[in-house]
């Protein structure tokens, strides 16, 4: 049981666009949302989290939004470079635990 | 200051032995989880280990199997390998428990590759 999503393997956009990467959740309990990068041969490595308490974070070219309603989240970045290509990580955690549930990432390609 | 390392970096086994894989934190951290990501899959939580007990643990079988040292490094262990342990495993650090905060900077090292032939 898959409670974590990303339905898009890839995403391919021209630097200086915005990049939109979704995921979707089916656990209503989830406590906080977090996104993750990879790069090839490194480890994921945290870049922006949101309480589910909130609708929006943003920490510098990162937004990331939550919507309840939809279990629906997206991470933003605004303007999207060419160090951005990475594999980017949804993970979610339940209340009271470090226990991260992770999705199966998307690949995305910032192209000249 | 150094980040998480792992040891070894690359691991071939047979099916049925038995491996041990290392993790060191970050400097300042005293939390370590373990992930295993399969190809094509996202990180799934094995368990974790806090004051050298295992606090939490996710849906792996018993052959899954842990140990955290005074100085706070730790190990993985895996008995009787089946072919389906071929996969990516990596170790996380953080500071203290879920309930001292919240979650999200676990500091993830590069990971060991275990491959079971």
């Known amino acids: 049981d898959q409670q974590v999503k990303q339905n898009s393997p890839s995403l391919s956009v021209q630097e200086g666009r915005i990049s939109i990467l979704n995921c979707d959740y089916t656990?209503?309990?989830?406590?906080?949302f977090l996104w993750y990068k990879k790069y090839p041969a490194e480890g994921p490595t945290f870049l922006i989290s949101?309480?589910?308490?909130?609708d929006k974070n943003e920490d510098g070219r990162f937004t990331v939004f939550l919507n309840k309603s939809a279990k629906h989240l997206s991470l933003h970045i605004v303007p999207s470079q060419p160090g951005d290509s990475a594999v980017y990580f949804c993970?979610?955690?339940?209340?009271?635990?470090?226990?991260?549930?992770f999705g199966t990432g998307t690949r995305l390609q910032v192209f000249p | 200051d150094a980040g998480v390392t792992q040891s070894p970096t690359h691991l071939i086994k047979t099916r049925g032995q038995q491996v041990t894989l290392r993790c060191s934190p970050k400097?300042?951290?005293?939390?370590v989880s373990w992930y295993q990501q399969a190809l094509g899959q996202g990180p799934q939580f094995i368990f974790q280990?806090?004051?050298?007990?295992?606090?939490q643990r996710g849906n792996f079988p018993d052959r899954f199997s842990g140990h955290q040292f005074p100085n706070y490094s730790s190990e993985l262990n895996v008995n009787a390998l089946l072919l389906g342990d071929s996969a990516l495993y990596l170790c996380?650090?953080?500071?203290?428990?879920?309930?001292?905060?919240?979650?999200?900077?676990?500091?993830f090292g590069p990971g060991t590759r275990l491959t079971v032939t």
């Open positions: 996380a650090s953080s500071l203290g428990l879920w309930d001292r905060g919240p979650p999200g900077e676990q500091y």
């Open positions: 656990n209503s309990m989830f406590d906080y």
């Open positions: 949101i309480s589910s308490i909130k």
């Open positions: 993970a979610a955690s339940l209340y009271n635990t470090d226990k991260l549930i």
């Open positions: 400097s300042g951290h005293d939390t």
């Open positions: 280990y806090y004051e050298e007990e295992e606090r």
